[in-house]
T-cell receptor, first 117, second 111 residues
Framework: DAGVIQSPRHEVTEMGQEVTLRCKPISGHDYLFWYRQTMMRGLELLIYFNNNVPIDDSGMPEDRFSAKMPNASFSTLKIQPSEPRDSAVYFC???????????????FGEGSRLTVL | RKEVEQDPGPFNVPEGATVAFNCTYSNSASQSFFWYRQDCRKEPKLLMSVYSSGNEDGRFTAQLNRASQYISLLIRDSKLSDSATYLCVVNRNTGGFKTIFGAGTRLFVKA
């Protein structure tokens, strides 16, 4: 079975450019998460969706970041304009069950490594 | 203070050694607990859930102490392939449901 699929795997861009990261969750998973990982801050939750609806976007750093989930099989995370401090690995994850005592496993994609020069 | 704290390590141990990692969490409303493993330049993957009664999966044993808000992971008979970063993960439901990852503990197992 296909896991969570992210693209691009690597992106190098210049400050001020728009960056779009893409994610396809595991089929049937109702929850989709975007995380950012850096050496300094570890893994940080940016936003998560349930049935394509954003539930918690309190981790989105600022207005330069936006995320959408137009359907159950696709999500994007956009940074516009990008800045050097946005350099990080961005992970998408999906889950079948979430919230409550029976919260399920998060399945992560391989990540998108972003470098902003 | 971080909500989930771990000793960053690194822990350098020889093959066959027993090694233990600890993790503390600050939110007493935390509901469920996990250990994830992350290999270098890879994504995190679930290693095991942590249950109140403690649980074992082969060479790995996880313990939870709710009173002390403390989680542990014990690895027996370490293998070279155990070299990775181990992430302590806590789910809590205050101000919305959230999964909080610790910064991870790095383990190097040497031949």
């Amino acid at each position: 079975d296909a896991g969570v699929i992210q693209s691009p795997r690597h992106e190098v861009t210049e400050m001020g450019q728009e960056v779009t990261l893409r994610c396809k969750p595991i089929s049937g998973h109702d929850y989709l998460f975007w995380y950012r990982q850096t050496m300094m801050r570890g893994l940080e939750l940016l936003i998560y969706f349930n049935n394509n609806v954003p539930i918690d976007d309190s981790g989105m750093p600022e207005d330069r970041f936006s995320a959408k989930m137009p359907n159950a099989s696709f999500s994007t995370l956009k940074i516009q304009p990008s800045e050097p401090r946005d350099s990080a690995v961005y992970f998408c994850a999906s889950s079948l069950a979430y919230g409550g005592q029976g919260a399920g496993e998060l399945f992560f994609g391989e990540g998108s490594r972003l470098t902003v020069l | 203070r971080k909500e989930v704290e771990q000793d960053p390590g690194p822990f350098n141990v020889p093959e066959g050694a027993t090694v233990a990692f600890n993790c503390t969490y600050s939110n007493s409303a935390s509901q469920s607990f996990f250990w994830y493993r992350q290999d270098c330049r890879k994504e995190p993957k679930l290693l095991m859930s942590v249950y109140s009664s403690g649980n074992e999966d082969g060479r790995f044993t996880a313990q939870l102490n709710r009173a002390s808000q403390y989680i542990s992971l014990l690895i027996r008979d370490s293998k070279l392939s155990d070299s990775a970063t181990y992430l302590c993960v806590v789910n809590r439901n205050t101000g919305g449901f959230k999964t909080i990852f610790g910064a991870g503990t790095r383990l190097f197992v040497k031949a």
